[in-house]
């Protein structure tokens, strides 16, 4: 159990364009869901919080006007990078915290490799 | 600011021996520490986790040893495999009073190789 899926896997699109990625908690209802970036050969940094029916909460430096996050249900989490740039080239991982835990116990998605060209 | 990090960012063992991997928190309000595997090219494969008023947890082959006095985590693979070979991060938990504050916060990384 505890499985968390992302789509897509990998994505390019041009410059200016904008990008859904779908995360989806397949066999839990998750409450919560975290967005990361990860850039080569580095750590995972959190961008949003994202709970069920209320608004994400977002890191600091992290643009929510560029980087549109919906939690519509308590298994799918959507992140839109808008009006993307070649710096916004990274891997993108979601997670998930299943509903009711009293730890922050996360399942990480397989990620989704974004490339702007 | 607060920041979790790894005393050695590579790691080379050799196939059948015992690796310890080392990480150092800085947030003393912690109350619970995880150890993820990351394969190339995936996302954190979970491996073990410890709550802060425990300082040891066994997993198969693994072992999760928490020292809060130094803020220091380490994570103890016994009789090392090829499939071993992978970054492995530790992270911390914040938590906040807001049950929606809480959030992990990641080390900067150790790449383990493992030698056949």
């Known amino acids: 159990g505890a499985v968390v899926s992302q789509h897509p896997s990998r994505v390019i699109c041009k410059s200016g364009t904008s990008v859904k990625i779908e995360c989806r908690s397949l066999d839990f209802q998750a409450t919560t869901m975290f967005w990361y970036r990860q850039f080569p050969k580095q750590s995972l940094m959190l961008m949003a919080t994202?709970?069920?029916?209320?608004?994400?909460?977002?890191e600091q430096g992290v643009e929510k006007d560029k980087f549109l996050i919906n939690h519509a249900s308590l298994t799918l989490s959507t992140l839109t990078v808008t009006s993307a740039h070649p710096e916004d080239s990274s891997f993108y991982i979601c997670s998930a915290r299943r509903a009711g835990t009293t730890y922050n116990e996360q399942f990480f998605g397989p990620g989704t490799r974004l490339t702007v060209l | 600011g607060e920041s979790v990090g790894l005393h050695l960012p590579t790691l080379s063992v050799q196939e059948g021996d015992n690796s310890i991997i080392n990480c150092a928190y800085s947030?003393?309000?912690?109350?619970?520490f995880i150890w993820y595997k990351q394969e190339s090219g995936k996302g954190p494969q979970f491996i073990i986790d410890i709550r802060s008023n425990m300082d040891k947890r066994q997993g198969q082959r693994v072992t999760v040893l928490l020292n809060k006095t130094v803020k220091h985590l380490s994570l103890q693979i016994a009789a090392t495999q090829p499939g071993d070979s992978a970054v492995y991060f530790c992270?911390?938990?914040?938590?906040?009073?807001?049950?929606?504050?809480?959030?992990?916060?990641f080390g900067t990384g150790t790449r383990l190789t493992i030698i056949p």
């Open positions: 992270a911390e938990n914040h938590s906040t009073a807001s049950f929606g504050n809480e959030k992990l916060t």
């Open positions: 994202s709970n069920e029916g209320s608004k994400a909460t977002y």
């Open positions: 947030n003393s309000a912690s109350d619970y």
